[in-house]
């Protein structure tokens, strides 16, 4: 049985952000994924976790819509929203039907140009990750790791859980993340990827 190979449009807007267009017909669905290079390596050493604690808050507000409309909105038509960040980039994704793609651009859109970092939930979201930092502290297997990563690479923003340290998250303000959003979220760092079932003009 052979592979599927699709085929990948690439395009480069003026103002620098790439996109990447894979037709897919085969599901009536469309996965709309962007890719912006603004992991934990970039978090400033004594902000640790910032960068993770941006990418958790991208869908809680924004100037236009509550985390509780951005909610409702997606899952009036069945679909998806998440946000997540890792080490290198910081990925937010919508997966929606074909023919709501237009409201799925419009929401990842919003919450990747336009987020409020609410203070409430800036309060919420240290405690949260404080609350991971303690109970991973139990896990051997965690501190082990964490032990090895500050003894190998040392001076290297590897070295650095991708949570932060206690005292780093408690550091952190949303002014914090309003600048560290300013600085990295911009359309010549970003690399937006469209799959599924639409037809590249």
């Given at each position: 049985?052979?592979?599927?190979?699709?085929?990948?449009?690439?395009?480069?807007?003026?103002?620098?952000?790439?996109?990447?267009?894979?037709?897919?017909?085969?599901?009536?669905?469309?996965?709309?994924?962007?890719?912006?290079?603004?992991?934990?390596?970039?978090?400033?050493?004594?902000?640790?976790?910032?960068?993770?604690?941006?990418?958790?808050?991208?869908?809680?507000?924004?100037?236009?819509?509550?985390?509780?409309?951005?909610?409702?909105?997606?899952?009036?038509?069945?679909?998806?929203?998440?946000?997540?960040?890792?080490?290198?980039?910081?990925?937010?994704?919508?997966?929606?039907?074909?023919?709501?793609?237009?409201?799925?651009l419009e929401l990842l859109a919003d919450i990747l140009i336009h987020p409020r970092f609410p203070?409430?939930?800036?309060?919420?979201?240290?405690?949260?990750?404080?609350?991971?930092?303690?109970?991973?502290?139990?896990?051997?297997?965690?501190?082990?790791?964490?032990?090895?990563?500050?003894?190998?690479?040392?001076?290297?923003?590897?070295?650095?859980?991708?949570?932060?340290?206690?005292?780093?998250?408690?550091?952190?303000?949303?002014?914090?993340?309003?600048?560290?959003?300013?600085?990295?979220?911009?359309?010549?760092?970003?690399?937006?990827?469209v799959v599924g079932d639409f037809r590249v003009s």
């Amino acid at each position: 049985m052979s592979r599927r190979v699709f085929q990948v449009h690439e395009h480069v807007l003026e103002n620098g952000l790439k996109i990447l267009l894979v037709e897919n017909p085969s599901i009536p669905t469309v996965s709309i994924n962007a890719s912006v290079f603004a992991g934990s390596r970039y978090d400033p050493p004594e902000k640790a976790g910032l960068a993770l604690m941006v990418s958790r808050l991208l869908d809680e507000g924004t100037e236009k819509r509550t985390s509780l409309e951005i909610a409702e909105a997606i899952e009036s038509v069945g679909g998806a929203i998440e946000t997540d960040g890792g080490f290198e980039r910081t990925m937010a994704s919508v997966g929606v039907l074909k023919k709501d793609i237009d409201l799925g651009l419009e929401l990842l859109a919003d919450i990747l140009i336009h987020p409020r970092f609410p203070q409430d939930f800036v309060e919420k979201e240290k405690e949260r990750t404080l609350s991971e930092i303690a109970s991973a502290k139990d896990r051997p297997q965690v501190v082990a790791g964490w032990a090895f990563n500050e003894l190998i690479y040392q001076d290297h923003p590897l070295h650095r859980p991708t949570h932060g340290y206690p005292e780093t998250v408690q550091r952190i303000t949303r002014d914090d993340l309003m600048a560290f959003h300013h600085r990295y979220f911009v359309p010549n760092n970003t690399i937006l990827a469209v799959v599924g079932d639409f037809r590249v003009s």
